[in-house]
C-alpha cells in the first residue's frame, strides 16, 4: 500500500477541472418549500338571451420558488476578458476546491400574477349556444421562472448575474397578455314549418365555429459572448428610449421586431436588456368553421355529412421558434430568415352513417 493522497483537510485534492464532468451539482442547505397563494373575486349576472356574464379578477403570488443557477461559483468580479494576463477562469473563482462550474438551486425565487377574466355562456336557446371567453393578465417573476433541473421553458432567459438578482426580474416567460376565445353552435332554423322533400334538404343544418386569438410570449435577445469573464453569455444593452416591439402594422418577415432598440453591451460588465420581455414572440390568429348536415331516414338511421375549414382566414401564424433572437446574427430579428412561410387553409370532408 501506498501513501494516502487525501486528507480531510483537503478533500477535493485529486478532483480534475478538466473531462465530460468537469462540474459540480450543489444543493442549498437552507433550501425551503415553494408555496402559492391564490385569490379571486367573482361576479355573475344573467343578461337577457339566456345569457350568463362573469367578470372576474383572480391573483397568485409565487414564494420561495426554486431558481437554478448554472454556475454560483463564478468569478466574483467582472471583467474585461480581453485584459492582458488575466489569471484563468479557474483560478478566479470564489472557492478553489471547486474549480470547476457548481450548479445549484435555491429557493429564491418570487412570482406574482394579476388578470381580468371575462366569461359570457349562452346556454341553448333557439338553436344557438356560445361561449366567449377573455383574459387581460400580466405575470412578473424573478430571478428565474422555474427550476433548470426540471425544465426551463421555451423561450425563458436564463439569470444573468448571480450577485444582482434584482437584475433579473421581469416579464414571467410564460406570460401572455391577452387571449381570446369564441366558440359558437348554431342550428339553423330553415326547415321549421316545412315539410317532405323542402324539409329533408333544409333541415338538420348546423354551424360550428372556434376562434382564437393570443398575445405572442415575451423572450430575450441574446449575443452569446462572454463580456465580463465569468464564463457566462451576457445580454445585450437596451437602448435608452427605444422599444422592443413593433406595431402590428409595421412588423414584416425581415423585421418582426426593433432591431434599433438593442446593441452590443461594452466588456467589463452585463447587458441591460431584460431577462425575458425584451420582445415579443408571433402570437395566434386563428378561426376554424365547419358546416354539419344530418339526414334521418328511419328512427334508427342518420346519415350525417360535415365539412371542416382550419384556418378560414389563411392568416399565416409564424413559428416563434423561428424568429432570430441573437444580435449577432445576419437574420437578427427576421422570422425564418426572412423567408415568408406558407399560409394553409385545411379543409376536411367526412360522411358517417349511424344505424
Excluded at 453569455?233 to 414584416?252: A, E, H, K, M, Y
Excluded at 430568415?337 to 394553409?344: A, E, P
Amino acid at each position: 500500500m501506498g501513501s494516502p493522497n487525501l486528507f480531510f483537510s483537503n478533500p477535493f485534492a485529486g478532483a480534475v477541472t478538466n473531462g465530460a464532468l468537469n462540474f459540480a451539482v450543489a444543493n442549498d442547505q437552507y433550501m425551503r418549500d415553494s408555496y402559492t397563494q391564490q385569490w379571486n373575486l367573482n361576479v355573475q349576472h344573467k343578461l337577457p338571451g339566456n345569457v350568463v356574464l362573469d367578470v372576474g379578477y383572480v391573483g397568485s403570488k409565487g414564494t420561495k420558488l426554486v431558481v437554478t443557477y448554472e454556475d454560483l461559483n463564478r468569478p466574483i468580479q467582472v471583467v474585461d476578458p480581453r485584459t492582458p494576463g488575466l489569471a484563468s477562469l479557474n483560478a478566479r473563482r470564489p472557492n478553489q476546491a471547486y474549480q470547476r462550474n457548481v450548479r445549484s438551486d435555491k429557493a429564491i425565487g418570487n412570482s406574482i400574477y394579476h388578470s381580468l377574466q371575462v366569461k359570457a355562456e349562452r346556454r341553448l336557446l333557439s338553436g344557438l349556444v356560445f361561449l366567449t371567453a377573455y383574459t387581460y393578465s400580466k405575470s412578473i417573476s424573478g430571478p428565474s421562472d422555474i427550476g433548470g433541473q426540471v425544465g426551463g421553458g421555451n423561450f425563458i432567459g436564463a439569470p444573468q448575474d448571480v450577485y444582482y438578482i434584482r437584475g433579473d426580474r421581469s416579464i414571467s416567460g410564460f406570460d401572455v397578455t391577452q387571449r381570446f376565445v369564441q366558440t359558437v353552435l348554431y342550428d339553423l332554423p330553415f326547415a321549421r314549418g316545412l315539410h317532405g322533400v323542402a324539409k329533408k334538404a333544409l333541415d338538420g343544418w348546423q354551424l360550428s365555429t372556434i376562434m382564437t386569438f393570443q398575445s405572442g410570449f415575451p423572450a430575450p435577445v441574446t449575443s452569446n459572448i462572454d463580456t465580463t469573464g465569468a464564463g457566462i453569455s451576457s445580454r445585450p444593452d437596451w437602448v435608452l428610449g427605444q422599444n422592443g416591439n413593433l406595431p402590428g402594422d409595421q412588423r414584416t418577415w425581415t423585421r418582426w421586431f426593433n432591431t434599433a432598440a438593442f446593441i452590443q453591451g461594452p466588456f467589463g460588465r452585463f447587458g441591460t436588456s431584460p431577462r425575458t420581455g425584451a420582445v415579443r414572440l408571433p402570437g395566434i390568429e386563428n378561426i376554424d368553421f365547419s358546416v354539419n348536415k344530418a339526414v334521418r331516414f328511419k328512427e334508427d338511421k342518420v346519415f350525417e355529412f360535415r365539412a371542416e375549414f382550419f384556418n378560414l382566414l389563411k392568416h399565416y401564424n409564424p413559428d416563434p421558434a423561428t424568429v432570430d433572437l441573437n444580435i449577432r446574427s445576419v437574420t437578427f430579428g427576421m422570422v425564418g430568415g426572412g423567408v415568408q412561410g406558407i399560409t394553409t387553409r385545411v379543409i376536411q370532408l367526412g360522411a358517417k352513417l349511424v344505424f
